[in-house]
């Protein structure tokens, strides 16, 4: 963290990249004089059925968007674009981690976007329903989610890396009446089953009443199939005709729900209405990245991620932008993929994480200096503080030092870019994601909600967004209580720490929460101590995060053995695969240590910040509130 706040170099947006840019300085003005009415604008960029009759109904913490609008969001990504002018343009461009490619036109994704929906709507799938997406980053997973919104049934897509339960889980919470997943796909050269972990899954989940299976890998799926419950997709396309028109859907209607981890509990399940949601991402794709006709636009965050609902479906596709797709790792079959990717499709936008890029970074500068990076001409990340070093190594060896870097802060529940650079106007500092875009009310505020001019505190939004998450799917109590509680309920509480420097530009910090970002995704440390309890050798666990070079964080487990068992190796390997079954690999402990004791103070909470500085090697502050001091040595000592 030291080094960000030292960070003092700033970069001027290109001369060349400013005189083309899409968005000038005034748009900051613009937005300023009457917030509302700019969203308003912002919201005409898309095609309603019906406008709306106000912008904003605000019952703090409850907002509503664009009342009494009717539009579709399938219509804004697909129909519109393949009507108007852009029916050969690709839509999709894609490739398999096996080298195999496709492309899809908008006109192409109508007509497969209709198939999917009939074929949805032949099994029962109605307005209102919800449906499960467990699938691999294929052109179908896109189609699938774009069908869901056609017919105004809520996506709620699982990242295929998570284990049975953490699809259950969704599945349950959402009631999901239909399970989309696919055969199998391609993951380092491996071929991974897909459809053997959603019939784990479906086993706990009564709401399930169909599985409907993709063909990507052409593997085995008899195991386990059950006629009747599993069906092909594309043999239930054969029956399913005729057009299946876009719903006309009120701006508040569901688009989807997507989990998230939290500080406490289970994941929550956010929900994301259409209007205010599309407005927010289609406006600050086309500002944040200064979508181009001829684009072509590549995010690599898997499609389960937020990233990926906002950037590779909805915001690029309602702008009527060519997006690629790559299904596989970026090492696979060499460290050049990525390079190779970009050069063969000749890829403008690039939007990743840091930990991607401090990885390429290991693995030095060779790899990418092979390939010819010049179609490129910006570069996004997003997902974690991105520390200098990585910034200045993005701009010089992926950009040619040509490429501004928008470095864009916003989380699940913002639903799209709340701070971010206009990449044509806003000078960047590496490591700063710079300032609120425009519409959008930031501050930084200390312990009692009273604003910080200069230096840090806790992020806060002070006025609704349009594409602010609506409520936790089915619990609004836990929605007023995790986000507008501790600064009241006019106040979004972000849960992240920034710094405000002389400038006014933001410093991310990290989570002030126990949330760990590993590798830009979140963890709730809670989730992993169940699961690692859940064992039958482990009493007590507490989870942290620590520094990691490359991952940015790294989970460490600290681990109470029930009486009966001996820490060992066998048994450090046991409990992190333990924590794969239950979650998922990217929950998987970097380390766990085995404890006799977890330090407590006398209210018997659990002091992680010790545990994190036991961790991470540091000097231990004032342990005085323990009710046994001696814990912390013996701890230290058992590495
Ligand atoms: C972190 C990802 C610093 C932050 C879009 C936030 C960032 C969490 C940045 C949300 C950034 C995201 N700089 N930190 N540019 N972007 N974060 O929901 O801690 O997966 O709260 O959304 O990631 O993660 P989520």
Redesign the pocket.
């Known amino acids: 963290m030291e080094s960000l706040l030292k960070e003092g170099r700033v970069f001027d947006p290109p001369a060349a990249f400013r005189a083309q840019a899409n968005v000038g300085a005034d748009l900051y003005d613009e937005a300023a004089k009457d917030r509302l009415a700019y969203w308003g604008r912002q919201a005409e960029q898309l095609d309603w059925f019906r406008k709306w009759d106000r912008v904003l109904e605000w019952n703090p913490p409850f907002a509503q968007w664009f009342v009494g609008g009717k539009l579709n969001a399938c219509y804004n990504c697909v129909d519109r674009h393949a009507a108007g002018g852009r029916a050969d343009k690709p839509a999709i461009i894609w490739e398999g981690e096996p080298g195999d490619s496709a492309t899809l036109t908008y006109a192409d994704l109508l007509r497969e976007v209709t198939r999917f929906a009939a074929v949805l709507k032949q099994l029962g799938v109605n307005q209102g329903d919800r449906v499960a997406i467990y699938m691999p980053i294929i052109p179908q997973t896109v189609v699938a989610m774009l069908a869901c919104a056609r017919i105004g049934a809520a996506h709620s897509v699982v990242f295929a890396g998570f284990s049975p339960e953490a699809l259950a889980f969704r599945i349950n919470d959402s009631g999901a009446k239909v399970l989309i997943t696919a055969d199998g796909y391609w993951r380092r050269g491996q071929l991974l089953s897909t459809k053997q972990n959603a019939n784990v899954a479906v086993e706990s989940c009564p709401s399930i009443e169909t599985v409907l299976v993709v063909q990507r890998a052409g593997n085995d799926v008899a195991e386990g199939w059950v006629d009747g419950r599993d069906r092909w997709y594309h043999e239930e396309a054969l029956s399913a005709t005729g057009d299946v028109p876009c719903a006309e859907l009120d701006a508040e209607d569901p688009l989807y729900v997507l989990y ?1 981890s939290g500080s406490t509990g289970k994941p929550k399940g956010a929900l994301h209405t259409i209007g205010g949601y599309l407005t927010h991402v289609a406006s600050t794709h086309r500002a944040v990245f200064d979508t181009k006709e001829s684009d072509v636009f590549w995010c690599t965050a898997d499609i389960a ?3 990926a609902h906002s950037y590779v479906v909805y915001g690029p596709l309602a702008n009527g932008t060519t997006i690629f797709l790559y299904e596989g790792a970026p090492e696979t079959p060499h460290r050049g993929r990525w390079w190779e990717l970009i050069a063969k499709y000749r890829i403008n936008v690039l939007y990743t994480a840091p930990t991607a890029i401090r990885t390429f970074m290991k693995w030095g500068a060779v790899e990418p200096a092979e390939f010819d990076l010049t179609s490129l001409r910006l570069l996004g ?6 520390n200098p070093e990585a910034w200045i190594w993005y701009q010089t060896h992926i950009g040619g030092g040509r490429c501004p870097i928008v ?7 913002t639903g799209g870019m709340m ?2 650079p206009l990449p044509g106007v806003t000078p960047t500092k590496p490591g700063s ?1 710079t300032r609120p875009l425009p519409g959008i009310d930031v501050a930084v505020v200390d312990e009692d909600g009273n604003p910080v001019t200069r230096g840090g505190g806790y992020l806060v939004v002070k006025s609704p967004w349009p594409g602010m998450l609506r409520t936790v799917w089915g619990d609004d109590q836990r929605y007023a209580s995790t986000y507008f509680s501790k600064f009241g309920p006019e106040t979004y509480f ?3 720490g920034a710094r405000l420097d002389e400038d006014g530009y933001l410093w ?1 910090l ?2 002030v929460d126990d ?1 760990v ?1 590993v590798s ?3 963890i709730g440390t809670t989730e992993v101590e169940s699961a690692l309890v859940g064992h039958p050798a482990v009493a007590e666990a507490a989870v942290i995060g620590r520094e990691h070079e490359v991952k940015g964080q790294a989970i460490t487990a600290f681990v109470v053995l029930r009486e009966g068992n001996e820490p060992s190796a066998a048994l450090e390997k046991e409990l992190k695969a333990h924590v794969t079954r239950e979650i998922g690999g990217l929950a998987r402990p970097e380390e766990v240590r085995f404890a006799p004791e977890l330090p407590k103070n006398r209210a018997g909470k659990i002091l992680r910040r010790l545990l994190r500085d036991i961790a991470e090697g540091r000097e231990l502050g004032d342990t005085t509130t323990l009710i046994d001091p001696t814990v912390v040595a013996v701890l230290q000592s058992h590495k």
């Open positions: 998230t991620w937020t990233t990340s997003v997902g974690e503080p991105i470095d864009t802060w916003w989380q699940t529940e701070v971010a994601a972000a849960g992240d991310f990290g989570r949330v970002n830009g995704h979140r």
